[in-house]
């Protein structure tokens, strides 16, 4: 098997008011024509990752190499090999779609009939043939994050980075945006994708890294990660801290994952969602507890973190609000009610 | 992997990072590309459209017809003819701020970001930058032109004299390009970036020959009032488009001054500007 990219030992210090290690030792391979995740809350370092891996930034230490080049030696082999589509959609707001499409091209020093060429069948597959000739400012977030796809794709990339590509994007968008990056893999490209989605490293990467504080802390296939997390994740709300107390009893009996109680609110990872729930349903009602919700759900990353660290993902402290997916929003309201609940457990997370 | 046979075709035909040759296309059709696409820009931005034609536009017949009666000038010259050269160094200078908003704007929208991961030349982002602006420009003094003829402006030192005055106004504005190219490229966001140009730019436009004599300004501006670049240029433009009698030094006494402001700012600006654009992480 071929080793696409190759990122070893990589370091990035920000040097400035605060410093702030971005890049502490990265180190991971990726398989030619797989889809790789590098998982990671908001500042764990995988933008970094990204822009060290795509000539972009040098790192102060470690090497990288894209298809064997190294990307501070063999920088413009490198950008002729690599596409990239970055964590906000880098598209001119003041061209069409398809100027954007071949301003690209052109910079790419591809020959003009072939970038027509292929901006037409690029807005084809991207669906934006009807809006390939209005201005950008016209375009939905969704059209945005598919043009900036669709330009990353001109020159035909053999290594793609995508960063963090459906942050932001309702799940219709998201959804066909992993369509058509399955596609792109299914004829032979490999995927360097960054996400703050468990949910989206399962789908479509083959293997992942999850990163915490510019570190490796885990790494495997995603199936290998859900299986020491559990399939499902069962959350019980309750009315009082003493319901809680007894609840989190009941829902120890369940399996082999310990429940976890912050104030009123209960959770549990479980093997068998349904039949635990009924199970667990069974139980609280023999012992008359009622609990205000019951739900049950996929894992998320806050979940992988927890098991792998202890502590759920942490916001960075520059606490930027940009990511605002529905998942960042609810893990944030939960942290910080977790926080006001159990102030003496939650210390750490400061 | 079928790298090979699917790789899109180069221009050249040649392989990326080819020879010296190549390379020197490459810088050329890089800011030709990006050229085009700031000039694109430009034409659907309402606000740079405004900006570069009607406020000129707005300026001159507010001197003219407003402040003008009020503004002696020495030797008799209507104050049209004094004011129009203040006029074509004042508005270049205003479009430079363009640069600067235009640059930071790309940093921030991580439009350079996509561009130093693409085997494009380096350099190509200010350069197509700042030709844009000198096409921008050269319209620029088109429509100045034209509306100062309208309002009287009656240039008496001929055809070759007058397109002088446009050359060294031109390589002036592109001096200062680079100048905001420098500010553009340090502001954290467009809007600081503007409000980091206009306390450059108002008191070398306003503490200047532009619109007023110098003499009539209290004695400890007028060294600075006199000397300072725009207003050294604004002096020669004078002397090549209506004569040197009110200028009180030769035409070629204010043109080499000119010419030597451009120029080290020029010499001065264009590293910084390289310098900026290669650390700015
Ligand atoms: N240009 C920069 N200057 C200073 N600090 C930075 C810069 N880029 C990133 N950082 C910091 O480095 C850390 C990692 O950032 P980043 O790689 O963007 O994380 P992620 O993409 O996982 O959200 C964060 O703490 C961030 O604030
Ligand atoms: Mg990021």
Not at chain 2, 17 to 41: K, M, P, Q
Not at chain 2, 64 to 74: E, K, L, N, Q, S
Not at chain 2, 168 to 194: D, K
């Amino acid at each position: 098997m071929t080793i696409a990219i190759e990122a070893e030992n990589l370091e990035k210090t920000f040097k400035g008011k605060r410093q702030v290690r971005a890049l502490d030792g990265v180190s991971f391979a990726v398989e030619e024509g797989t889809v790789f995740g590098l998982l990671g809350p908001n500042g764990s370092g995988k933008t970094t990752a990204v822009r060290v891996l795509t000539t972009i930034l040098r790192p102060d230490g470690g090497t990288a190499r894209v298809l064997g080049n190294d990307v501070q030696k063999k920088a413009g082999l490198v950008r002729t090999i690599i596409g990239l589509a970055g964590q906000y959609a880098a598209v001119d707001e003041n061209l069409t779609g398809r100027e954007n499409i071949q301003m690209v091209g052109n910079l790419n020093h591809l020959e003009r009939s072939f970038v027509a060429q292929r901006a037409v069948e690029l807005l084809r597959q991207f669906d934006l043939t009807d809006a390939g000739d209005r201005p950008l400012k016209t375009y939905s977030g969704g059209m945005r994050r598919r043009l900036d796809l669709a330009a990353a794709l001109v020159a035909r990339p053999t290594v793609l980075f995508l960063d963090e590509p459906t942050t932001g994007l309702d799940p219709q968008s998201r959804n066909d945006l992993w369509e058509v990056i399955e596609q792109l893999v299914d004829g032979g490209t490999t995927v360097l994708l960054t996400t703050q989605y468990l949910e989206e490293a399962d789908r479509l990467a083959s293997r992942l890294a999850v990163l915490d504080h510019g570190r490796v802390i885990a790494e495997g296939t995603p199936a290998s990660m859900k299986a020491d997390l559990g399939a499902t994740v069962l959350e019980v709300g309750l009315s009082t801290i003493e319901d809680a107390r007894r609840t989190g009893a009941i829902l120890d009996a369940l399996g082999p994952h310990t429940p976890l109680v912050n104030g009123t609110f209960v959770e549990v990872t479980v093997d068998n969602g349904p039949q635990a729930a009924m199970l667990a349903l069974r139980n609280l009602d023999g012992e008359s507890i009622q609990p205000t919700t019951f739900n049950l759900r996929e894992p998320s990353l806050d979940d992988v973190f927890l098991s792998l660290t202890g502590h759920r993902t942490e916001e960075d402290e520059e606490g930027t609000a940009d990511d605002g997916p529905p998942d960042g929003k609810r893990r944030r309201r939960w942290t910080r009610r977790a926080e006001q609940a159990l102030p003496v457990a939650t210390g750490e997370l400061a | 992997m079928t790298t090979t046979a699917i790789a899109a075709p180069t221009v050249s035909g040649a392989p990326h990072g080819g020879g010296i040759l190549t390379r020197a296309r490459w810088v050329v059709s890089d800011t030709l590309t990006l050229t085009r696409r700031n000039l694109l820009a430009i034409t659907r931005i309402p606000e740079a459209l405004f900006f570069s034609t009607v406020q000129p536009i707005m300026f001159v017949l507010l001197f003219r017809y407003v402040f003008g009666g009020a503004i002696a000038v020495p030797g008799g010259l209507p104050y049209v003819d004094y004011l129009m050269p203040g006029i074509f160094v004042q508005t270049v200078a205003f479009g430079a701020v363009s640069t600067s908003i235009g640059l930071a704007e790309d940093l921030q929208k991580g439009l350079i970001e996509r561009f130093r991961a693409l085997p494009m030349s380096r350099g190509a982002v200010l350069t197509g930058r700042t030709t844009a602006d000198v096409v921008r420009n050269v319209f620029v003094v088109i429509i100045i032109t034209a509306v100062g003829l309208a309002v009287g402006f009656r240039p008496t030192t001929g055809a070759l004299s007058y397109t002088a005055a446009i050359l060294l106004i031109l390589l002036f504005a592109y001096a200062l390009s680079w100048g905001f190219a420098v500010i553009g490229l340090s502001a954290p966001n467009s809007e600081t970036a503007q409000v980091m140009s206009f306390p450059i730019l108002f008191p070398l436009t306003f503490i200047s020959a532009a619109f007023v004599p110098v003499h009539s300004m209290p004695s400890w501006l007028q060294g600075f009032a006199t000397y300072q670049p725009v207003s050294v240029t604004v002096s020669a433009c004078r002397a090549l488009m209506v004569g040197a009698q009110v200028t009180g030094h030769s035409t070629w006494f204010w043109t080499s001054r000119s010419l030597v402001w451009s120029v080290l700012f020029l010499i001065v600006l264009i590293p910084l500007a390289i310098h900026r654009y290669r650390t700015r992480t």
